[in-house]
């Protein structure tokens, strides 16, 4: 269906190049992102149709290690804006010294005292001077120290690329220079990275610095937070970070990184939870693993779940999003702007793939996102189409599953990009400017209604109705696998020889129109209406058993198609297939 809602949307100016990479977690009102080549931000809804975004202000950290060289740094007062004079550029940015991209970095300086003092870098004068702003307690001197540590986040080091909230911090990983390192805010202050307290104590509510020790350099592409810990994916393998005692948080003084698999991640791509499990994308795009706690190993395995389907994706997958309401489904964006759905139900053991292509010339689906509407969780798509000769992205978002408990056959909606007319009965539908020029299918009060084509923003119906859905129509199909009938011994006696199908069984639910037929060949119109019914009226839902003959040919590879052609509802709860084997 097309979003159309009333009001003015909401237009926020977004400081991003590009959505690839971005990532984010959220708590109550505030959007945490983060991005390769800039600062963290904070989306903030400040009213009903207010949002801004706001540079993420971190406090006190995070930090490089201590300086283990012989420069000194040195403050020229103990108050307000000062200058650090360095007495040489070796252990500063790789021997540089400062640069100009320090700017905004931050420093962490042992005053004479023995108290951690923290600056902010304002201004760069030289490769070994650069003004900055005091930003903690007034040092109690100015003297030389080698006691001193660089900002980890800078445009010189790079800024943190994945984040997300566990055991009560904000977790942040990945710089360009840091590719396998987290940092971890203090306890129930997501701004504060001070790493001790002034004096050099180390409390377990301090922040967190942790380094991802491997045989090989695999960045951080994702966290997501578990009961069991911080499940960590990068290019390479997978992690968990956890306490060291198992009974406590995670803490500076007991975090502890264990190795949970080799198989790698995308790190362009958030994975999603669905229930206790993590799915995410594998390294190359072509596949999707789900990470769960194998209990008789102790690890997190990784299952590939699209080794189902795997046709759908060697073109590979872009975007992942779950819906766990009405019916639990985990959508994988396709690179070819085709939609994958993933019905997971672990519980009940229902796992199943089915390939969605969007109605329209040249449509393809350029991003998608789950949100919650009411009971159900809606997918929301940005999709892209040629339109009376032009190139135009429109919002949308998939109607839920038709149900006869919910929903009248007037209610059914099953086109694309589509609109609903109600109101008083009438032969002109308009408000159709998106679709101009499309010939379009039209369900009029429940009941089929001859396609037209839109014209001024408009449709003229053969017949005045009252409940119109307008929009481009497309066809729903499934097909059986070969027909294969094993005798007594379970050998199959028709592997490789021809056959052919002369009767199916198809029990349906909750159905109006479909067609049937073999996987080449004629389709046959499964009747529905019965020559009692008044036409241009609603036929009844039907629930049960159609039985057709079939008039197909033999075959090495027989199969049965059935199709939904309109814009009517189609459930098929099961086929079975009466054939022959020829030569049995």
Known sequence: RLENPPGTPVAVVSPYSSSRHLKWTQSADILFLTHFDTHPRELRRTSANTFVFVDFSFRDGPYLDTNTTATTLTLSGTTGSVTVTASSTTGINNNQGFLTTDVGRIIRWLAPNGQWEW???????????????????????????????????????????????????????????????????????????????????VSDDNAITLTIDSNQVNAIAWMVSSHRGLLLGTTGESWIIRSADDTTGISPLNAELVPQGSWGSDDAILPTR??????????????IRESAFNFDEDVFSANNITILSEHLFRLGVKRLAFSQAPIQTVWALLTNGTLAGFTFDKEQKVIAWHHHTIAGAGANVVDIAVIQHDTQNQLWMLVERTIDGNTVQYVEFMEEPFDAQLHTIEEAFFLDGALTYDGVPTTTVSGLTHLEGETVGVLADGATHPDKVVSGGAVTLDRSASKVQVGLRYSAETRTMPLEAPNREGSFISLGKTKRIHQVHVILAETVGALIGPEIGVLDRIPFRVPSDPMDTPVELFNGVKSLSLSSSYEEQARVRVVSDQPLPCTVLAIVMEGSVHGS
Do not use: K, M
């Open 274 to 287: 669905v229930g206790s499990s993590t799915l995410y994308v594998q390294s190359g795009q072509t596949a």
């Open 119 to 201: 600056l902010t870098i304002t201004a760069r004068t030289s490769s070994t001077t650069v003004t900055a702003t005091i930003e903690s307690s007034d040092p109690s001197g100015t003297d030389a120290t080698t006691e001193w540590r660089l900002g980890a986040w800078s445009d010189t080091t790079g800024w943190p690329e994945v984040c997300v909230f566990h055991q009560g911090r904000l977790w942040f990983g990945r710089t360009t220079s840091q590719p396998q390192t987290l940092w971890a805010s203090r306890v129930s202050n997501f701004r504060n990275f001070q790493p001790s307290a002034s004096d050099g104590t």
